[in-house]
């Protein structure tokens, strides 16, 4: 029985913050679904996709 009491509160002592909880997921999978549907709308729009495209012509007239 000693041994047990000994196994236990060693665990018990390092076994305090070691990672995130189901909570903490929950709410880091929502963060990042959030900023990944705020940059997709970001990238989607018709001015960014302009730019990206004119940014993509001008590189290749530069490689010909």
Do not use: C, H
Request: hydrophobic share 50%.
């Amino acid at each position: 029985m000693r041994a047990i009491q000994v196994v236990v509160r060693r665990w018990s002592g390092t076994a305090k913050d070691l990672g995130m909880s189901t909570a903490e997921y929950a709410v880091g999978t929502i963060a990042a679904v959030a900023f990944a549907a705020a940059l997709y709308k970001v990238v989607s729009s018709p001015q960014v996709r302009t730019l990206l495209t004119g940014v993509i012509k001008d590189a290749f007239q530069q490689v010909n």
